[in-house]
T-cell receptor, first 114, second 112 residues
């Protein structure tokens, strides 16, 4: 069964360092997303990406964050200068080909900023 | 602004019971509503998707219903098993937005 895959599963980084989280969405999906979940809190939306551009972003997704689809299969989230409060589980998701399709999530990358 | 709440926050039941998990949303103009399962420290597994035009969806022992007029969805789990122990999340997709709004989840424990 097709699935969304994320790497790495766990990343530890020092405050101020740049991190790139990687995702391979399901191959025929057209809509890509990043969500995060701080320990003990709700899953919250960061950004959606369609047709090679950001279609929507939340207030959390400030200038420190960026997304890219560098080739036909990968979808990345970059955090330019990590802060302690960026520590969370980051989930990639994809849906489609219709906008109201079922969203499938990856297993997540646990980011720990020290 | 869409808000999603789930009750109860936690539930502990003996094996074999039939369960109802509740999800409420404030904005009834939803595109769809999705139920997920999350095991501790793991990702989200999609269980059921209900489109706004549908009243319910079934998959195995799971049945989800949707009542847009009252802003509610329920997830019914029949004949619960210890393997059903997990956190169950509902998430609503409203019109004119790409983002799923998640509830806080119901943490379910089924003991033998």
């Amino acid at each position: 069964e097709p699935e969304v895959t994320q790497t790495p599963s766990h990343q530890v980084t020092q405050m101020g360092q740049e991190v790139i989280l990687r995702c391979v969405p399901i191959s025929n999906h057209l809509y890509f997303y990043w969500y995060r979940q701080i320990l003990g809190q709700k899953v919250e939306f960061l950004v959606s990406f369609y047709n090679n551009e950001i279609s929507e972003k939340s207030e959390i997704f400030d200038d420190q964050f960026s997304v890219e689809r560098p080739d036909g299969s990968n979808f990345t989230l970059k955090i330019r200068s990590t802060k302690l409060e960026d520590s969370a589980m980051y989930f990639c998701a994809s849906s489609g080909p219709l906008a109201d399709g079922e969203a499938f999530f990856g297993q997540g990358t646990r980011l720990t900023v020290v | 602004k869409q808000e999603v709440t789930q009750i109860p926050a936690a539930l502990s039941v003996p094996e074999g019971e039939n369960l109802v998990l509740n999800c409420s949303f404030t904005d009834s103009a939803i595109y769809n509503l999705q139920w997920f399962r999350q095991d501790p420290g793991k990702g989200l597994t999609s269980l059921l998707l209900i489109q706004s035009s549908q009243r319910e969806q079934t998959s195995g022992r799971l049945n989800a219903s949707l009542d847009k007029s009252s802003g509610r969805s329920t997830l019914y789990i029949a004949a619960s098993q210890p393997g059903d122990s997990a956190t169950y999340l509902c998430a609503a997709l409203s019109y004119n937005t790409d983002k799923l709004i998640f509830g806080t989840g119901t943490r379910l424990q089924v003991f033998p």
